[in-house]
């Protein structure tokens, strides 16, 4: 699988192309906004999108999903349905960071735990991983041994959990019970900053020791 990491927003969101090399068949993973910069990108790959992949309904994370979909023609997955409050409060998320309006929209299809999804020769397994928001999910690449985990797990961090429908505890549980068993030599890419391996997180993350977050 290969893996193109494109920072996006004032927030430095990480939206992630990835696509299969035999194919070309290619997704967008959390288009967060800048769309003429994701359409440069895509182009510059010479990939073909084949379908849209939200992590979660945060505004940094969908701000240009339905701008994405529409102009390449192709659906949109997840996040899990227990996110639809926040996708449906796009235009309040938007104005309350002062930010052009961004219209509310629902996913070609909500996502659920054992869930795959096919791009090209590539299978992402999905993995319902709840509380930064109540329906985040993971994406995860055996294969490649890599997961794109959007805001749940950071370098050295973990998510915040203060907002709406929000929970440490859960967010913690989801990274124990989920994520770490999957191996230490998994690479992940996280929806801000560096990225990490599941292995140097579980022996050095000070936030799996229930310190607060940092996004």
Not at 3 to 27: E, R
Not at 42 to 63: E, F, R
Not at 111 to 125: A, F, M, N, R, W
Request: glycine residues 10%.
């Amino acid at each position: 699988m290969n893996y193109h990491i494109i920072p996006v927003t004032a927030f430095s969101q990480n939206c992630t192309l990835i696509w299969c090399d035999a194919t070309k068949q290619a997704a967008l993973v959390d288009p967060g906004g800048d769309p003429e910069k994701l359409k440069a990108q895509v182009a510059q790959k010479g990939v073909q999108i084949s379908q849209i992949l939200l992590t979660h309904g945060h505004l940094d994370h969908v701000g240009a999903a339905a701008e994405m979909a529409d102009y390449y023609q192709v659906p949109i997955f997840g996040p899990h349905k227990e996110d639809a409050f926040w996708l449906e409060g796009l235009p309040a998320q938007s104005r309350m960071f002062g930010l052009e309006e961004c219209p509310s929209f629902t996913p070609t299809r909500w996502l659920e735990e054992g869930d795959v999804l096919q791009i090209g020769d590539i299978s992402l397994k999905v993995l319902h991983c709840p509380g930064h928001t109540p329906g985040h999910v993971v994406f995860i690449n055996e294969k490649a041994r890599l997961a794109l985990v959007g805001d749940v797990l950071f370098n050295g961090g973990v998510g915040r959990s203060d907002f709406p429908r929000g929970d440490h505890q859960t967010l913690i549980n989801s990274i124990r019970v989920k994520l770490l068993p999957q191996g230490d030599d998994m690479a992940f890419i996280p929806g801000h900053g560096p990225m990490s391996t599941f292995g140097v997180e579980r022996q050095t993350n000070p936030f799996l020791r229930e310190e607060s977050a940092i996004w």
